[in-house]
């Protein structure tokens, strides 16, 4: 753990350090409009936003109070950057709700000498976090002078003086700036300031332009919504496979799946109101050279070598299921700098996996169609991949695989799918920097190549883990919701999931995008409920 | 259930009619009526814009519906930007960073593009993103995106780099 590498926990002492005080606005009365939900967001907004954004930048999270938290850092310019992290990920969580749902924290950031316990931390700087706290907007950052000094050359940010303030039973007035995540909405906050202070909504709306969309289409609110209709098969499926599987309860399981995913979501995210304004991208992790806290990097695995870890060992858990290979956990950097839906870069964690060799088949597939758990849409040759599938198609075929087996298949998390694809690499493509022939099935990549149709499963070289097609092909759904960039994307592996999701994250490129939609840190993304006829899936398995 | 038939019936009858082989994507074109208009209602030919904008997309004597939906004379939206290669009319447009799809019948969007000159057209896809036939594509509209503007402000400080 990132947090407690730094050594403030022996005894009583005095130390200089970053404080995050932080709290929710308007707490008692979201309780006393509904206590049991209201917690529960809580809870996984700080399980799933606040204690992951803390490691990141290297705070430790001192103590939680009912409706807040108090976090530590040693570095004033982390803190901030945290707290924008925070700030932002809260926003884009409450665009998809109406606005007495809305979750929103005040955060004051003070730099001071401070009295560290091994459970609290005490003194006039604490104080002064806390007070910076109660006056910050809902959905706000305000920050001391002390740390104003220390990053305003460092953060690009927009930094809004509020002048000196005589805080509450502290002795010395405090200076006091407003942190304003982009630079741009500087100009805009000084000519209209009563926006700022009349309406904090503004602000979270702005905020959320960077959780939200950016490049991402957004629909009308007269949009019409997806319906689940069957589409005609084109042609007649191909010959079933020898064995189909044991699926007694599957058509039940499978139509239960479906049933129970959101469908296009009815309320579109407040957009009308507020533009989604472009908001300078803060890495929590400025470039390569960037320090990382040797417990972590000490989590690295070596270069894959897949014959030295149980990677790459191939198996199938029934007849008839999808082959899978065999992923030793590790972690890995994430994303790249070529896009910037690929940004920051980050180190991730992943659990040991298994997930399919090739993409699932139209042979497999039609498994799922035979037991009338899936939709009969495959075209093509039993050893094609199944493609025209829409996110809820993928998800259904995982769920009629897991209910008829009993073994939990999933969609892979966007993280597993990149750590399998690189195996080991960090380079553009598994094999190197370079499009390289008879690698990948891309437009303009080389032969074999159809223009109509992908290639069969397994036609090109697999990777080192022994995965084969992660670079064109069918682009594979995976279990993530798309976010325009990784700001505030989960550390652990797991898939960074919304309710009601109206786009999920498409892997690997198509064989009709060009090159640099094979990268394997390339994200593509659609709407969940719509077929295409170049998306297919991969499967996945916990270990 | 009727439209579908329908759609099918057509599909075969041109296919036999052209002895093309069945391949896996070889699947006639949705007839489209010869008075159908699609057009971008907002941004205007040669705009100059600052900011992230709003595209708003317009289609008269046809229906916008959901991509699957195979009701005659429907179709969904297909925005291309800086698009420069002709549209194949018998494949799906593609999807990629250049060809968005509102596939769950949007008419409109927001866009964010780097400073500079863009071109924005529309493309009518059918249940299987295919444009129809006649193709029906918008005007190409060619706008200005402004660099973000700059202005120091009083009472306020901004960090550089």
């Known amino acids: 753990m990132p947090g407690e590498s730094t050594s403030h926990v022996a005894g009583s002492q005095r130390r200089l350090a970053a404080i995050l005080a932080a709290d929710i606005a308007g707490y008692s009365r979201l309780m006393g409009n509904d206590e049991e939900g209201t917690l529960v967001r809580l809870k996984r907004h700080r399980r799933e936003i606040v204690e992951p954004t803390l490691q990141e930048h290297y705070g430790r999270l001192v103590k939680t109070t009912g409706d807040g938290f108090l976090a530590m850092f040693d570095s004033p310019l982390e803190a901030v950057r945290c707290a924008i992290v925070i700030q932002q990920s809260m926003a884009a969580r409450n665009t998809s709700l109406p606005p007495d749902q809305w979750i929103r924290y005040r955060i004051g950031v003070n730099l001071g000498d401070v009295i560290v316990d091994p459970d609290d931390v005490y003194g006039e700087g604490v104080n002064i976090a806390a007070r910076l706290e109660n006056l910050a907007d809902p959905g706000g950052v305000l920050i001391s002078g002390g740390v104003y000094e220390q990053i305003k050359n460092k953060l690009v940010c927009g930094y809004q003086s509020m002048g000196d303030e005589k805080l509450k039973n502290i002795t010395d007035p405090v200076r006091i700036y407003r942190v304003l995540p982009d630079p741009a909405s500087v100009a805009r906050a000084a000519r209209h300031h009563w926006i700022w202070v009349s309406s904090g909504a503004a602000a979270l709306l702005i905020l959320g332009g960077v959780g939200w969309s950016i490049m991402k289409p957004e629909p009308s609110v007269g949009g019409r919504q997806v319906s689940m209709a069957e589409r005609p098969a084109a042609g007649p499926p191909g010959a079933m496979p020898a064995e189909p599987s044991q699926t007694d309860s599957s058509s039940a399981g499978g139509g239960s799946t479906a049933a129970s995913l959101p469908g296009m979501p009815p309320t579109p995210p407040a957009s009308g109101s507020a533009l989604p304004i472009p908001i300078q991208p803060i890495p929590p992790s400025a470039g390569p050279g960037s320090k990382t806290p040797p417990s972590v990097v000490a989590a690295i695995p070596p270069p894959a070598k897949p014959g030295e870890t149980s990677s790459g060992s191939t198996f199938r858990d029934c007849q008839g299921c999808p082959e899978l290979v065999r992923i030793a956990g590790g972690s890995f950097r994430m994303g790249s700098d070529e896009d910037s839906s690929e940004k920051p870069l980050r180190l991730v964690q992943v659990a040991a996996f298994a997930i399919g060799r090739y993409p699932v088949t139209v042979a497999e597939w039609n498994q799922c169609v035979a037991a009338k758990a899936c939709a009969d849409v495959a075209r093509g040759d039993n050893d094609d991949p199944v493609r025209n599938l829409s996110w809820l198609d993928a998800q259904q075929y995982a769920g009629w695989l897991a209910q008829s087996t009993g073994i939990p298949y999933r969609l892979p998390s966007e993280a597993e799918w990149e750590y399998a694809a690189r195996a080991g690499s960090s380079s553009r493509y598994w094999w190197g920097e370079k499009m390289a022939p008879k690698m990948a099935n891309c437009k303009g990549c080389g032969d074999p190549y159809d223009t109509h149709a992908p290639l069969k499963v397994g036609s090109l070289s697999p990777n080192p883990f022994g995965l084969a097609d992660v670079s064109g092909g069918v682009a594979q759904w995976v279990a993530d919701c798309w976010h325009p960039t990784y700001q505030g994307a989960p550390t652990d592996g797991s898939a960074w999931a919304e309710p009601n999701c109206r786009e999920h994250v498409l892997r690997g490129g198509s064989w009709r995008n060009d090159a640099s939609y094979a990268r394997s840190a390339s994200r593509s993304h659609y709407d969940t409920g719509v077929r295409y006829p170049a998306h297919g899936l991969r499967i996945a398995r916990s270990l | ?161």
């Open chain 2, 1 to 161: 259930m009727q439209a579908l038939l329908q759609r099918r019936i057509t599909a075969f009858a041109i296919l036999a009619g052209c002895l093309l082989p069945v391949g896996n994507s070889a699947q006639a074109q949705s007839p489209a009526p010869s008075d159908a208009v699609l057009y971008i209602i907002y941004p205007h030919d040669g705009q100059r814009i600052r900011g992230s904008f709003p595209v708003r997309f317009g289609l008269r004597n046809m229906g916008v519906t959901h991509a699957g939906d195979t009701t005659p004379n429907t179709g969904h939206h297909h925005l291309l930007i800086d698009v420069q290669e002709d549209i194949d009319p018998g494949e799906p447009l593609p999807t990629d960073r250049q060809h968005l799809h509102f596939g769950a019948g949007q008419t409109e969007t927001r866009l964010e593009l780097p400073p500079g000159r863009h071109t924005l057209q529309l493309v009518l896809g059918d249940a299987e993103h295919k444009p129809f036939k006649p193709m029906l594509t918008s005007k190409k509209v060619t706008i200005t995106i402004l660099p973000p503007r700059i202005r120091k402000a009083p009472q306020t400080s901004r960090a550089e780099r």
